[in-house]
Structures are given as C-alpha cells and as structure tokens.
C-alpha cells in the first residue's frame, strides 16, 4: 500500500543522546515534513523539503537536524542541543497543499 | 503568513447531538483550508478540504465544513456525534502554489457522552 512510514514507534533517550527518527514515503511527493507535537499546542513544522538534497528549516528547528538524500527518506536527529525533546513526532508529504501523515514517533527522554 | 485560530480545547457533546467545531483563518491570498482528525497515537487523517468551487465541502463520516471568506471561516459540522467521533480535530490553512506549508490550530479534543 502507499503511504508514509515512520519508524520507531515508540523510542526512549537518555540525556546527551542524539537519536534519528526514520521517515520513508512510497507516494512519490516531492515535499516532505516534520511536525513536532505537543499536548495544547498543535503541530508546530521542525523543518521541511521541498526537493532532493534541500531543505529549509520550519519554525522549531534549533536543536534538530535532517537529510534528503533520496525522494523517499526524510530522516530527522534530535540532538542533545534540543533541551526539551520528548514529544510526539510527526512526518508527513505533500501534493497540491495536502499533507499526508505518517503514524507517528513517540520519543521519551529518561 | 497564515494562522489558524481554533477555540475551546476540550469539546464535549452528546451521542447523536450536533458537533460543532470552530476555525477562523487569516490569510493574505485565496486559502486551501483542511480539516484533519487524530486518534489517540495515530496520525492526521485528512476530513475534509476546500480549494475552489463549492463552498460547502463534504467529508467522511458525515462531516461537513463551509468556507465563508466574508467572516474568514472555516467551521466543521456533523449533525448527530457517534461514539467513533471521539478524537482530536485540527484546521490547517495553507496557500496555492506555495511551498506547501500549512499553518495548523491548536486543536480540539471531541468527547462524545453516551
């Protein structure tokens, strides 16, 4: 089926530990997202591509870094620069404004 | 840039009662509005949505929304709640042939009372 798959699902972090969080999309879009979760505060965009081998950084970026090496992966690190990580993350793509979402990575930082 | 104003975090309404939920939109140019719904660790499945024509828009699980540019809104309605309907509801707005960026609300949680 096509679709976006983020992977884990959930993930537990120590302090001072960067972790990568997987996004892979079948859809063949060429934009691609990352939105970060909070309870009460909506999605807030982390960053954003547009294109192979670029990306902007959205409203939240400090803290977090990404690639776009391939049309289909979009991987995002949260850093240990991040000083409040745990939250739900969310990876979508997009075709004519519409965004399509993956089923989410839940991290905890320990 | 585009914002999303949604009110009231926690709605509660009635099994087979009206659901009525509010978005109000700013934005500079003709907006692309959404709807989107959020089950409890899954992510946003697309409602509804309007970009031209018709302003009444029809999603799934028999909700609707009506774009009114004369009041800047974009409220969705489902005229009797279902217990599935219990969720979170966000509205996004966005731009044509932008880059793609939806402005999100801060969303609101449906509890559904039998």
């Known amino acids: 089926d096509g679709g976006i798959t983020q992977s884990p699902k959930y993930l537990f972090r120590k302090e001072g530990q960067n972790v990568t969080l997987s996004c892979e999309q079948n859809?063949?879009?060429?934009?691609m997202y990352w939105y970060r979760q909070d309870p009460g505060q909506g999605l807030r965009l982390i960053y954003y591509?547009?294109?192979?081998?670029?990306?902007q950084k959205g409203d939240i970026a400090e803290g977090y870094s990404v690639s776009r090496e391939k049309k289909e992966s979009f991987p995002l690190t949260v850093t240990s620069a991040q000083k409040n990580p745990t939250a739900f993350y969310l990876c979508?793509?997009?075709?004519?404004?519409?965004?399509?979402f993956g089923e989410g990575s839940r991290l905890t930082v320990l | 840039a585009q914002s999303v104003t949604q009110l009231g975090s926690h709605v509660s309404v009635s099994e087979g009662a009206l659901v009525l939920l509010r978005c109000n939109y700013s934005?500079?140019?003709?907006?692309?509005l959404f709807w989107y719904v959020q089950y409890p660790n899954q992510g946003l499945q697309l409602l509804l949505k309007y970009t031209t024509g018709a302003t009444l828009v029809k999603g799934i699980n028999g909700f609707e929304a009506e774009f009114k540019k004369s009041e800047t809104s974009f409220h969705l309605t489902n005229p009797s709640a279902h217990m599935s309907d219990a969720a979170e509801y966000f509205c996004?707005?966005?731009?044509?042939?932008?880059?793609?960026?939806?402005?999100f609300g801060k969303g609101n949680q449906v509890v559904v009372i039998p």
């Open positions: 996004a707005v966005g731009i044509p042939y932008g880059n793609n960026r939806l402005a």
């Open positions: 934005s500079s140019v003709p907006p692309y």
């Open positions: 591509s547009q294109i192979v081998n670029d990306f």
């Open positions: 859809l063949n879009h060429d934009a």
């Open positions: 979508a793509s997009s075709i004519v404004g519409e965004l399509f």
